[in-house]
């Protein structure tokens, strides 16, 4: 459960999809992303909150509203909440609130808690937004492409990035929303790597990082992913097989890629025709 753990970091990863739950704590505040996933990985995190807590203040960043990370939300009924307006004006809420539902359906599981679609006490509306707690500076990046209500946040002092479904060692680009957005994206990734004294990454699934490099090699992999996939003859599928060892499990998703990819592209294509032509 504990998957990393330096000076007032602690990093939680649940048995499934290698989810991960970011615990940062200063003098007066914590701060976890994304609560999850099973009744008893919850019921440790919550342990440890409520170990470390006191009179500290807590709050939580959904980094973006797929269930899986909303679905220990009722778990922390105290804490404030931080997401992107986007998260905030979601129009599937009840469908994502279904899925937890169905979840629990099909595998016989039963909480102490009503997860519930999180309300936000603090809306990210801009790029660049900053929230200072104590002596934490957070900086928050709209980030659309897996999901179109996705956020990176920046933490400083600590040099900590919250990245969401993004940049994992596990998993290729998931595309979700839009891949002109996920382009778009990693670049701001990029922008945020090179710009901000980065020391520890912590994506949503997968590994967290404090190795420059490794981040580096991240977005490299996601850029050159993204500029082949809507000319893949087999040999990216090939790359993404050989280099993440649960692909199979995947592999639909690369498929769905591809067609948003090629999708996207041929209705550019076709409105600027159309501009031309008018």
Not at 60 to 80: L, M, Q, R, V
Not at 166 to 179: H, T
Not at 212 to 233: A, H, P, V
């Amino acid at each position: 459960m504990f998957h990393f753990q330096e000076n007032n970091i602690t990093v939680f990863q649940s048995s499934l999809y290698m989810t991960s739950t970011a615990v940062i704590q200063s003098n007066e505040a914590i701060i976890m992303t994304d609560p999850n996933w099973l009744p008893d990985e919850i019921k440790r995190i919550r342990a440890f909150i409520d170990k470390h807590l006191g009179n500290k203040d807590l709050y939580i960043i959904y980094t973006h509203s797929d269930f899986d990370h909303i679905i220990g939300s009722g778990a922390f009924p105290e804490a404030k909440v931080i997401a992107s307006e986007e998260f905030v004006n979601n129009p599937n809420k009840e469908e994502i609130v279904q899925r937890i539902f169905e979840f629990h359906q099909g595998y016989y599981i039963e909480r102490d808690y009503v997860p519930t679609y999180p309300e936000v006490d603090i809306p990210i509306v801009k790029n660049g937004q900053h929230i200072n707690l104590g002596e934490l500076s957070l900086t928050f990046y709209k980030a659309p492409g897996h999901t179109n209500d996705s956020l990176f946040t920046v933490i400083e002092p600590y040099g900590i990035f919250l990245s969401g479904d993004y940049l994992s060692d596990v998993e290729f680009p998931f595309i979700f929303n839009s891949y002109k957005d996920y382009v778009d994206t990693i670049e701001k990734a990029s922008y945020i790597i090179n710009n901000y004294e980065i020391k520890y990454h912590i994506p949503g699934h997968g590994s967290a990082t404090r190795t420059k490099q490794e981040m580096l090699d991240r977005i490299n992999f996601s850029k050159n992913y993204l500029q082949q996939l809507m000319n893949d003859n087999g040999d990216l599928e090939n790359k993404c097989r050989t280099k993440f060892r649960f692909f199979e499990g995947m592999k639909s998703i690369h498929d769905d890629n591809k067609r948003i990819a090629k999708e996207e592209n041929l209705s550019s294509i076709n409105h600027s025709t159309k501009e031309s032509n008018s």
